[in-house]
């Protein structure tokens, strides 16, 4: 499967539906909402997308991110956590999934604590300026899309993904003592 040529943002959030129709009416926009759609699925098509900007709800590293916080949540096993970061390594090594170039966290203050140490810690840890706190779900999501902020692309998921593992709450994003 091709590179999708579009910048692409998965919204996350209570809000995310709404957020996400109400870029529907622009026409350098294409967004969907997927309910339990299949990776395989939204990856094509976002792929055949030919605007400038796709946005949609569907996280390809969702079961990752529910593994990690269910892990520390006291809710599942370590063991867990390791299977879904080597099917979400392998799924980007056939190009099944693939990150989006955005994250768009609506709301953060209102995430419980451990799914904010994800959004705002492991995952923005990989790449600083691709996770994006965004405090209004109504169609403000236009401005940003206008201001998207530059820096470094996401890295190879297989070189960040197996460091999750040991990114702890609290502790994840802060300097290593020696």
């Given amino acids: 499967m091709e590179a999708p040529t579009s910048t692409t943002l998965v919204v996350v959030g209570d809000e995310s539906t709404s957020a996400i129709h109400a870029l529907e009416r622009f026409a350098n926009v294409r967004a969907a909402t997927f309910d339990d759609a299949p990776d395989d ?3 094509r098509w976002s792929a055949a997308a030919d605007s400038p900007y796709v946005v949609h709800d569907h996280d390809p590293l969702g079961h990752v991110a529910a593994a990690w916080v269910e892990f520390f949540d006291d809710q599942s096993t370590f063991g867990v ?3 879904e ?3 979400a390594i392998a799924a980007a090594e056939r ?3 693939a990150v989006p170039d955005y994250y768009v966290v609506l709301h953060p203050e209102e995430l419980p ?3 904010k140490h994800w959004w705002l810690g492991v995952l923005a840890s990989a790449s600083p300026t691709r996770v994006i706190p965004w405090p209004d779900a109504d169609d403000s999501l236009a401005r940003l ?3 998207l902020p530059t820096g470094r692309a996401w890295p190879d998921v297989e070189d960040w993904l197996p460091r ?6 609290d502790r994840v994003g802060l300097p290593r003592s020696a």
């Fill in 41 to 43: 699925e939204v990856a």
């Fill in 164 to 169: 999750v593992v040991g990114a702890v709450p």
């Fill in 113 to 115: 604590t451990t799914w």
């Fill in 81 to 83: 956590l390791e299977l």
């Fill in 145 to 147: 899309l206008r201001r």
């Fill in 85 to 87: 970061i080597e099917r």
């Fill in 95 to 97: 190009h099944a999934i």
